[in-house]
């Protein structure tokens, strides 16, 4: 055969010897690349550990080389099983993509991180028990509807379970115990229909557990938590039921409830309480009235000491500055239905001129941050009982006249005007003592009919308010058809001014403080959301609610104000307003969740949510930034200019990724706030953030704070 011939026969050889390979790469490999690609990055989330035998951190045929734990079915991953390995790390981003995984088994390992929050999407068996994972429950549990046994027992989660369990129609078995988790039981609880084991003993459960009346439960552990009220009397029928170290109601039960001492006494035999006879228990009931009776007949040759020097502790409480804003507002009974006395200097009224006592033993707290809540609720209620007779509380509520409200802000002068939004103005007050204060103006249509109480009530409520990142209210006014807000004022005003308005003279914020300005206010969601009792909505989150004080912290304010807002048909601001929300009654926690997202990506960008000289394509912030969030070279064009490239690139990665969640159309894949705040604190434990420049106002470097 000539040179030329083997020319021309060249190409069509290799092309059939490519082919050739191909093919027995292709019959030699077994697993689906999506699987392949899911399971290398668990891997390396996983610190690539050595008892993963065969696993890879890229490429390799889980399938075709018997993977530790990995159980297939055709070219599918079917079942992972790596319980008590030792393993460590975090379980990665990519489980979503394990489309075919039924059996998911990661127990008795020491995996932390947050739970991710896609997950085998059609698991059926999932047992992430006996870990350190933190955070909270994923909402992605909602849409697992062929899950049957769902482990998360024995971890650190925190935060409210919200309501996710009305597809989950073929749970049979669902094990919270031993963690942190609060709030009320979901009322989505009542959709199991088949559930049959639900374990939620060993945390911080509160309220009733009237949903589970119409579980046909055979398992139920309710143990050591906060709930109260009666429990029904369909569940004294379970035949293995645990129900102390709670806050039960003693006394006679109400027609369809039972007390938990009945079902201790008189249930099934479960190793605990039950299984002891009605003599044992009697001698056993007897005893503890005697301690008791011993007990009382000591304290009440103290009591007067006792209380007295309840009040001095908590004096002292409200001389440190924590507790300076735990304070109720007091209400007087004049004529003219003003709700408070004309005094001319400010003074705080006494809780023997002006408090209410009844009111206040009958509303429900806000919650007070956990750190000192126990303390204060100690106090209020060994100390509420007997307030009729002690009338020196040192309970005090700042009650403003409006002749000096008017002194203070130069009649309501457009010069001291901070801000004007669709329920009334804000104005900037200034004191002859020198103090400076910020006054809310609500406009008086929402008064129309006298209105009074409401307003009382609404001022009730927000004083109860506290946390660091929540803009304290100080005092009120209502006075002559006037219902004013007093709020502490902070001179470095929002966060909308420092990234919108800011002069060519002013210094950015850096990179660090952002961060830290996302963290804080989603503190201040999460506070909102799921601490509170009950719970808030905020309904008008945006940078320019956001103040900033001299350590350029974040301060949310308008809290409280949701009623104003449903009444005045407020939806929020273009670019802010979520795409379900077509009327502000529409407006829910996920609504709120991205309005946040809209500020971090205004954090990230430098961009206003809506800015009508940009591009037509670029006006809306999120639907411009959204596509670009997961792209690393597009991510460095969006970020803010005057940031100067002073920023960690792994960190506004991850930023990003939050705010991709916050942000999603679809309100129900975005994350709980608990979630929020969880993925923020690993971003900053995370990153090596950058440490160049100072930021103005004395603010201090994020590494200098506990996250």
Same mark, same amino acid.
């Given at each position: 055969?000539?040179?030329?011939?083997?020319?021309?026969?060249?190409?069509?050889?290799?092309?059939?010897?490519?082919?050739?390979?191909?093919?027995?790469?292709?019959?030699?490999?077994?697993?689906?690349?999506?699987?392949?690609?899911?399971?290398?990055?668990?891997?390396?989330?996983?610190?690539?550990?050595?008892?993963?035998?065969?696993?890879?951190?890229?490429?390799?045929?889980?399938?075709?080389?018997?993977?530790?734990?990995?159980?297939?079915?055709?070219?599918?991953?079917?079942?992972?099983?790596? !319980?008590?390995?030792? +393993? @460590? %790390?975090? *379980?990665?981003?990519?489980?979503? $993509? &394990? =489309? #075919?995984?039924?059996?998911?088994?990661?127990?008795?390992?020491?995996?932390?991180?947050?739970?991710?929050?896609?997950?085998?999407?059609?698991?059926?068996?999932?047992?992430?028990?006996?870990?350190?994972?933190?955070?909270?429950?994923?909402?992605?549990?909602?849409?697992?509807?062929?899950?049957?046994?769902?482990?998360?027992?024995?971890?650190?989660?925190?935060?409210?379970?919200?309501?996710?369990?009305?597809?989950?129609?073929?749970?049979?078995?669902?094990?919270? !115990?031993?963690?942190? +988790? @609060? %709030?009320? *039981?979901?009322?989505?609880?009542? $959709? &199991? =229909? #088949?559930?049959?084991?639900?374990?939620?003993?060993?945390?911080?459960?509160?309220?009733?557990?009237?949903?589970?009346?119409?579980?046909?439960?055979?398992?139920?552990?309710?143990?050591?938590?906060?709930?109260?009220?009666?429990?029904?009397?369909?569940?004294?029928?379970?035949?293995?039921?645990?129900?102390?170290?709670?806050?039960?109601?003693?006394?006679?039960?109400?027609?369809?409830?039972?007390?938990?001492?009945?079902?201790?006494?008189?249930?099934?035999?479960?190793?605990?309480?039950?299984?002891?006879?009605?003599?044992?228990?009697?001698?056993?009931? &007897?005893?503890?009235?005697?301690?008791?009776?011993?007990?009382?007949?000591?304290?009440?040759?103290?009591?007067?000491?006792?209380?007295?020097?309840?009040?001095?502790?908590?004096?002292?409480?409200?001389?440190?500055?924590?507790?300076?804003?735990?304070?109720?507002?007091?209400?007087?009974?004049?004529?003219?239905?003003?709700?408070?006395?004309?005094?001319?200097?400010?003074?705080?009224?006494?809780?023997?001129?002006?408090?209410?006592?009844?009111?206040?033993?009958?509303?429900?707290?806000?919650?007070?941050?956990?750190?000192?809540?126990?303390?204060?609720?100690?106090?209020?209620?060994?100390?509420?009982?007997?307030?009729?007779?002690?009338?020196?509380?040192?309970?005090?509520?700042?009650?403003?006249?409006?002749?000096?409200?008017?002194?203070?802000?130069?009649?309501?002068?457009?010069?001291?005007?901070?801000?004007?939004?669709?329920?009334?103005?804000?104005?900037?007050?200034?004191?002859?003592?020198?103090?400076?204060?910020?006054?809310?103006?609500?406009?008086?249509?929402?008064?129309?009919?006298?209105?009074?109480?409401?307003?009382?009530?609404?001022?009730?409520?927000?004083?109860?308010?506290?946390?660091?990142?929540?803009?304290?209210?100080?005092?009120?006014?209502?006075?002559?058809?006037?219902?004013?807000?007093?709020?502490?004022?902070?001179?470095?005003?929002?966060?909308?001014?420092?990234?919108?308005?800011?002069?060519?003279?002013?210094?950015?914020?850096?990179?660090?403080?952002?961060?830290?300005?996302?963290?804080?206010?989603?503190?201040?969601?999460?506070?909102?959301?799921?601490?509170?009792?009950?719970?808030?909505?905020?309904?008008?989150?945006?940078?320019?609610?956001?103040?900033?004080?001299?350590?350029?912290?974040?301060?949310?304010?308008?809290?409280?104000?949701?009623?104003?807002?449903?009444?005045?048909?407020?939806?929020?601001?273009?670019?802010?307003?979520?795409?379900?929300?077509?009327?502000?009654?529409?407006?829910?926690?996920?609504?709120?969740?991205?309005?946040?997202?809209?500020?971090?990506?205004?954090?990230?960008?430098?961009?206003?949510?809506?800015?009508?000289?940009?591009?037509?394509?670029?006006?809306?912030?999120?639907?411009?930034?959204?596509?670009?969030?997961?792209?690393?070279?597009?991510?460095?064009?969006?970020?803010?200019?005057?940031?100067?490239?002073?920023?960690?690139?792994?960190?506004?990665?991850?930023?990003?990724?939050?705010?991709?969640?916050?942000?999603?159309?679809?309100?129900?894949?975005?994350?709980?706030?608990?979630?929020?705040?969880?993925?923020?604190?690993?971003?900053?434990?995370?990153?090596?953030?950058?440490?160049?420049?100072?930021?103005?106002?004395?603010?201090?470097?994020?590494?200098?704070?506990?996250?």
């Amino acid at each position: 055969m000539d040179f030329p011939d083997l020319q021309k026969m060249f190409p069509n050889f290799v092309g059939i010897w490519c082919l050739f390979l191909g093919i027995i790469s292709f019959v030699h490999s077994k697993t689906d690349s999506s699987d392949v690609s899911a399971l290398n990055v668990m891997y390396t989330s996983l610190n690539s550990p050595d008892k993963l035998t065969n696993w890879k951190s890229s490429g390799g045929d889980p399938c075709g080389q018997d993977w530790t734990g990995i159980t297939c079915s055709d070219a599918s991953v079917v079942e992972i099983r790596v !319980s008590g390995l030792g +393993l @460590t %790390g975090s *379980l990665g981003y990519q489980l979503s $993509s &394990l =489309s #075919s995984v039924t059996y998911f088994d990661v127990s008795q390992n020491n995996i932390k991180g947050d739970i991710p929050y896609q997950l085998p999407p059609n698991v059926i068996h999932l047992d992430l028990s006996s870990n350190g994972f933190t955070g909270g429950i994923p909402y992605s549990i909602s849409q697992m509807t062929d899950v049957t046994y769902l482990n998360f027992a024995h971890n650190q989660l925190s935060g409210q379970v919200t309501d996710m369990f009305s597809q989950l129609r073929k749970l049979d078995s669902l094990d919270f !115990s031993y963690n942190m +988790l @609060t %709030g009320n *039981l979901p009322q989505t609880f009542g $959709s &199991l =229909s #088949s559930l049959s084991t639900l374990y939620l003993e060993n945390n911080q459960f509160t309220g009733p557990v009237d949903v589970l009346a119409k579980l046909k439960l055979d398992d139920l552990n309710l143990a050591n938590n906060h709930f109260n009220g009666w429990i029904p009397t369909e569940l004294t029928k379970v035949k293995k039921i645990e129900v102390e170290g709670n806050s039960w109601s003693s006394g006679p039960a109400p027609p369809g409830m039972t007390s938990s001492d009945k079902i201790s006494s008189d249930g099934p035999s479960n190793g605990g309480v039950g299984s002891f006879s009605g003599a044992v228990i009697a001698v056993i009931i &007897l005893g503890i009235l005697l301690g008791l009776a011993i007990v009382v007949a000591l304290l009440a040759r103290k009591r007067s000491s006792f209380t007295s020097n309840l009040l001095d502790e908590h004096e002292s409480f409200g001389r440190h500055k924590q507790f300076n804003s735990f304070k109720a507002p007091g209400f007087s009974n004049d004529s003219h239905g003003d709700m408070c006395i004309d005094f001319k200097d400010g003074k705080s009224l006494e809780s023997s001129t002006s408090i209410d006592t009844g009111a206040l033993q009958s509303s429900r707290p806000i919650g007070l941050t956990p750190a000192y809540s126990s303390r204060i609720n100690s106090f209020r209620n060994t100390t509420l009982a007997n307030m009729n007779l002690q009338r020196s509380s040192s309970f005090r509520a700042t009650c403003y006249g409006l002749t000096d409200l008017q002194a203070a802000t130069g009649s309501f002068a457009t010069g001291r005007l901070l801000g004007e939004g669709t329920i009334g103005r804000v104005y900037r007050a200034k004191f002859a003592d020198g103090k400076v204060l910020a006054v809310k103006k609500i406009d008086s249509s929402f008064f129309q009919g006298g209105q009074a109480e409401k307003f009382s009530v609404m001022v009730s409520n927000i004083f109860k308010l506290h946390h660091p990142n929540i803009v304290p209210l100080v005092g009120y006014c209502s006075e002559q058809g006037h219902n004013m807000l007093v709020y502490e004022y902070f001179r470095n005003g929002s966060l909308h001014e420092f990234l919108h308005l800011s002069d060519e003279f002013s210094r950015p914020l850096t990179w660090n403080t952002r961060v830290r300005i996302a963290l804080g206010t989603a503190r201040a969601v999460e506070y909102l959301h799921e601490i509170c009792s009950p719970p808030l909505t905020h309904k008008n989150i945006k940078s320019s609610n956001i103040l900033l004080d001299v350590d350029l912290n974040p301060r949310l304010s308008e809290c409280g104000l949701v009623a104003f807002y449903q009444q005045a048909g407020q939806n929020l601001g273009a670019g802010y307003n979520p795409p379900e929300c077509t009327k502000p009654s529409d407006h829910t926690f996920k609504s709120d969740v991205y309005s946040f997202g809209v500020v971090m990506l205004e954090l990230l960008t430098g961009r206003m949510p809506f800015d009508s000289s940009k591009p037509r394509s670029e006006q809306h912030l999120v639907q411009w930034a959204t596509p670009q969030l997961h792209n690393i070279d597009a991510l460095e064009k969006m970020v803010d200019p005057a940031l100067r490239g002073l920023y960690p690139p792994k960190s506004i990665s991850r930023f990003a990724d939050i705010v991709a969640l916050c942000v999603q159309i679809e309100l129900e894949f975005r994350p709980p706030m608990s979630e929020v705040v969880q993925s923020l604190v690993r971003l900053v434990q995370r990153s090596s953030m950058n440490k160049r420049g100072d930021d103005i106002g004395g603010s201090r470097r994020m590494d200098e704070y506990d996250y």
